[in-house]
């Protein structure tokens, strides 16, 4: 793009160093420019408006001892589910913490030894580059959906321990012949909370002509729509937050 080049002249003109980062910066820039036409998202808010009203689903809390295929275990004293898969809800104890609030204690934690994948999809649509993203209900949401990885996936859902089907969109994430990855890296969920969880965020471009199978609770955005999305309360969840900090 003849601006890029430009600005990346331009710098080196006045002597700076063009390092990688530099460059991907720039590309940042250049793309925020180059969308600022497609930057109003009064159009997003309504579609998620009205994703959020007509979304049938209903959270009740409940006994553990209610929970179906969920059991505690009679020896560990954890909650697991009956496949072994997904996650189990574990004790543990802290010690020698000597920097935090108290050097010891004991907590809950809820723990699962296996990576997920968070990925989100990138495609020029009419010449500018767009970001798809999922209205995804989660039981815990507050409101109930909220904008989301395209794949938001742990490996157990992956592999269909659930017995279900295999998460959207996770062909794009798994088999590089469907399009490059821009973005990967693997990170820790919330240590405080989860043991030994992580996930690798993950940015894939495809070519603007792939026809992307989404259903209509799926939707492209443009990184300036994205980016007045992320300061407002209740929109982006904090797993898509995780995937644009790539950016």
């Not at 820039?29 to 997003?44: C, F, G, L, W, Y």
């Not at 574990?90 to 204690?105: D, H, K, L, Y």
């Not at 443009?222 to 300061?231: A, N």
């Amino acid at each position: 793009m003849i601006l890029q080049e430009e600005i990346i002249q331009l710098l080196k003109e006045k002597g700076y160093k063009i390092t990688d980062e530099v460059v991907d910066s720039v590309g940042r820039v250049v793309e925020m420019v180059s969308a600022q036409d497609k930057s109003d998202i009064t159009e997003v808010l309504q579609w998620l408006q009205e994703q959020r009203k007509n979304y049938p689903a209903k959270v009740e809390e409940i006994g553990i001892n209610e929970l179906d295929k969920w059991y505690v275990d009679p020896k560990k004293n954890w909650i697991l589910h009956e496949t072994g898969r997904f996650f189990q809800i574990i004790g543990i104890r802290v010690t020698g913490a000597g920097n935090r609030e108290v050097p010891s204690w004991t907590q809950p934690m809820m723990k699962q030894a296996e990576c997920g994948i968070l990925g989100v999809i990138r495609k020029k649509i009419n010449g500018v580059q767009h970001y798809l993203l999922n209205a995804k209900f989660e039981p815990g949401n507050n409101p109930n959906l909220q904008l989301s990885p395209a794949l938001q996936a742990t490996q157990s859902n992956l592999k269909l321990a659930h017995g279900g089907k295999k998460p959207l969109l996770a062909e794009y994430f798994e088999n590089s012949s469907k399009g490059k990855v821009l973005y990967s890296a693997e990170g820790v969920e919330d240590g405080g909370r989860f043991y030994l969880k992580t996930n690798r965020s993950m940015i894939v471009e495809v070519d603007e002509n792939e026809a992307v199978k989404a259903p209509e609770c799926f939707i492209w955005l443009t990184l300036p729509q994205i980016k007045k999305l992320l300061r407002m309360d209740g929109m982006v969840n904090s797993l898509a937050r995780e995937v644009f900090a790539l950016l």
